[in-house]
């Protein structure tokens, strides 16, 4: 198992730098290939729909996630519902490279996470501050990305999660030895984790930012705060020239730090998706799995 | 010692921290102008080959890095770098840099399921830990001075032709740091 965990952190660190996007069909993971996406995200529904069609959301069909995984050499990875094991082991059964226990799909379980530690794929969990982030860690998780509020293109719930997650870090880093118990205590998380942070200024994982994006000049902008990577959801194929904006998006991840050269590409990208705003949504997916 | 770190996508930083905790300088290539910096070697790092090769393309990278390879410039490619510089890359017609004269053959053992590590011996420096994720490797080398360094149950997983050398194992996520010595040692000051 833990040489298994090892694989899979270390396919995280693979990732590092690129973009993963949210395909529903494999003409759609094609396009996401040839803009240069590092992985894809294979759903029925990407957040957008979902949240305008409303109901009960679960993982995709298996044809369609084995559709996807014909189309593309890239990595292939599908939600399954927070806490429905049986889902992520039809998705494991798929040889799916990443399993993405997603608030963004109706939650199956409204108290327990998936334990991860049981699985030979690799489990990405969104989170929220770093709490959330080192329980899924603790539960196997060998890559976390910050939930932000998917569907929307309202990046502003992703920046406050990956400045909580980074800024927890940083007051765990600089704190005595002596209070990493409390500290552990108060976020309900293992000790040996905590002491990782207080180490190492980091998470044990690799750690994205998703859920919000739509413009270059959003993922550079996490990137800048810390996201070691970018899941662009509905903020692609919701768009008006979905495979510009893709690589736009991906050319923007790389050169996060050269103003000039996202002041490029972000000219005529056509429309970017409408998006709503956080505060006009009912529901919360962040509130999900906590 | 100065090493330029192709840093488009994947795991550079991991070579970066490899290569200076054994003396030598980095810097990130993240675009056409960083090539204007004098440097010693080349890393070209794991991470998805199709990702590296599009930013490679998008940025005008390609020629500029090709022309400085085929003049000698050293390099060392991990997984992706290693498709990045093989002249033929089995099911797949386009090729990126096309510098050394292997083929390989990508995912060739599958998808992440597939991953695994293993202690196997390298070139004349002996046993190295060796990481394989969703890797390749070299089906055929097309010219005689191509060097095969490692094999696993008959596959070719490392080899050298001149001033390039590959690995299709990223020993960048392993402490053990004979692998980039060796480059240091045997690729870069050979060619001096």
Same mark, same amino acid.
């Given at each position: 198992?833990?040489?298994?965990?090892? @694989?899979?952190?270390?396919?995280?660190?693979?990732?590092?730098?690129?973009?993963?996007?949210?395909?529903?069909?494999?003409?759609?993971?094609?396009?996401?290939?040839?803009?240069?996406?590092?992985?894809?995200?294979?759903?029925?529904?990407?957040?957008?729909?979902?949240?305008?069609?409303?109901?009960?959301?679960?993982?995709?069909?298996?044809?369609?996630?084995?559709?996807?995984?014909?189309?593309?050499?890239?990595?292939?990875?599908?939600?399954?519902?927070?806490?429905?094991?049986?889902?992520?082991?039809?998705?494991?059964?798929?040889?799916?490279?990443?399993?993405?226990?997603?608030?963004?799909?109706?939650?199956?379980?409204?108290?327990?996470?998936?334990?991860?530690?049981?699985?030979?794929?690799?489990?990405?969990?969104?989170?929220?501050?770093?709490?959330?982030?080192?329980?899924?860690?603790?539960?196997?998780?060998?890559?976390?990305?910050?939930?932000?509020?998917?569907?929307?293109?309202?990046?502003?719930?992703?920046?406050?999660?990956?400045?909580?997650?980074?800024?927890?870090?940083?007051?765990?880093?600089?704190?005595?030895?002596?209070?990493?118990?409390?500290?552990?205590?108060?976020?309900?998380?293992?000790?040996?984790?905590?002491?990782?942070?207080?180490?190492?200024?980091?998470?044990?994982?690799?750690?994205?930012?998703?859920?919000?994006?739509?413009?270059?000049?959003?993922?550079?902008?996490?990137?800048?705060?810390?996201?070691?990577?970018?899941?662009?959801?509905?903020?692609?194929?919701?768009?008006?020239?979905?495979?510009?904006?893709?690589?736009?998006?991906?050319?923007?991840?790389?050169?996060?730090?050269?103003?000039?050269?996202?002041?490029?590409?972000?000219?005529? @990208?056509?429309?970017?998706?409408?998006?709503?705003?956080?505060?006009?949504?009912?529901?919360?997916?962040?509130?999900?799995?906590? | 010692?100065?090493?330029?770190?192709?840093?488009?996508?994947?795991?550079?930083?991991?070579?970066?921290?490899?290569?200076?905790?054994?003396?030598?300088?980095?810097?990130?290539?993240?675009?056409?102008?960083?090539?204007?910096?004098?440097?010693?070697?080349?890393?070209?790092?794991?991470?998805?080959?199709?990702?590296?090769?599009?930013? @490679?393309?998008?940025?005008?990278?390609?020629?500029?890095?090709?022309?400085?390879?085929?003049?000698?410039?050293?390099?060392?490619?991990?997984?992706?770098?290693?498709?990045?510089?093989?002249?033929?890359?089995?099911?797949?017609?386009?090729?990126?840099?096309?510098?050394?004269?292997?083929?390989?053959?990508?995912?060739?053992?599958?998808?992440?399921?597939?991953?695994?590590?293993?202690?196997?011996?390298?070139?004349?420096?002996?046993?190295?830990?060796?990481?394989?994720?969703?890797?390749?490797?070299?089906?055929?080398?097309?010219?005689?001075?191509?060097?095969?360094?490692?094999?696993?149950?008959?596959?070719?997983?490392?080899?050298?032709?001149?001033?390039?050398?590959?690995?299709?194992?990223?020993?960048?996520?392993?402490?053990?740091?004979?692998?980039?010595?060796?480059?240091?040692?045997?690729?870069?000051?050979?060619?001096?």
């Amino acid at each position: 198992m833990s040489n298994r965990y090892e @694989l899979n952190k270390n396919l995280a660190q693979m990732l590092k730098g690129g973009v993963i996007m949210d395909v529903t069909t494999p003409e759609q993971a094609k396009i996401a290939e040839a803009s240069g996406a590092c992985a894809v995200m294979a759903l029925e529904r990407i957040p957008a729909d979902i949240r305008a069609a409303g109901g009960v959301s679960r993982m995709s069909d298996p044809k369609m996630i084995k559709g996807i995984q014909n189309a593309v050499s890239i990595p292939v990875m599908a939600k399954c519902r927070i806490g429905h094991f049986v889902e992520a082991q039809i998705l494991q059964a798929l040889e799916i490279d990443y399993i993405d226990e997603s608030e963004v799909l109706t939650p199956a379980d409204n108290i327990n996470h998936i334990d991860k530690t049981k699985f030979q794929v690799p489990f990405v969990c969104g989170a929220r501050n770093l709490g959330e982030a080192l329980r899924r860690i603790a539960e196997g998780a060998s890559m976390i990305r910050s939930k932000g509020e998917a569907g929307t293109g309202d990046i502003v719930q992703a920046v406050s999660h990956m400045r909580a997650i980074n800024g927890d870090i940083n007051k765990i880093a600089a704190m005595r030895e002596d209070e990493l118990f409390v500290a552990a205590k108060n976020m309900q998380v293992p000790y040996e984790l905590i002491e990782y942070v207080h180490k190492n200024k980091k998470l044990p994982v690799v750690n994205f930012s998703a859920g919000g994006v739509a413009t270059p000049a959003d993922a550079a902008l996490m990137v800048h705060l810390g996201a070691e990577g970018v899941f662009v959801g509905s903020g692609i194929f919701k768009s008006g020239n979905p495979e510009k904006r893709a690589t736009a998006i991906v050319k923007a991840v790389t050169n996060y730090n050269d103003p000039d050269m996202i002041a490029k590409l972000s000219e005529d @990208l056509g429309e970017a998706m409408v998006g709503i705003n956080e505060d006009e949504i009912k529901i919360l997916m962040a509130e999900r799995g906590q | 010692m100065k090493i330029g770190v192709l840093a488009l996508q994947g795991a550079f930083q991991e070579h970066q921290n490899m290569l200076e905790s054994l003396g030598a300088e980095t810097f990130q290539i993240r675009q056409y102008k960083d090539l204007n910096t004098k440097f010693d070697g080349l890393i070209l790092p794991g991470g998805e080959s199709t990702t590296i090769y599009k930013l @490679l393309s998008e940025l005008n990278m390609l020629d500029d890095l090709r022309n400085k390879i085929q003049n000698g410039l050293p390099v060392f490619g991990t997984c992706a770098g290693l498709i990045l510089l093989s002249k033929k890359i089995k099911n797949q017609s386009t090729t990126a840099l096309s510098t050394m004269d292997i083929e390989c053959s990508r995912n060739a053992y599958g998808r992440q399921l597939g991953s695994f590590s293993v202690n196997s011996n390298f070139a004349d420096i002996g046993e190295v830990p060796m990481v394989f994720i969703r890797a390749p490797y070299i089906t055929q080398v097309n010219a005689n001075d191509v060097e095969i360094l490692a094999k696993i149950d008959g596959k070719i997983v490392a080899a050298k032709q001149k001033n390039q050398l590959v690995t299709a194992f990223h020993p960048e996520l392993t402490n053990n740091i004979k692998v980039h010595s060796y480059f240091l040692n045997n690729i870069i000051n050979m060619s001096k």
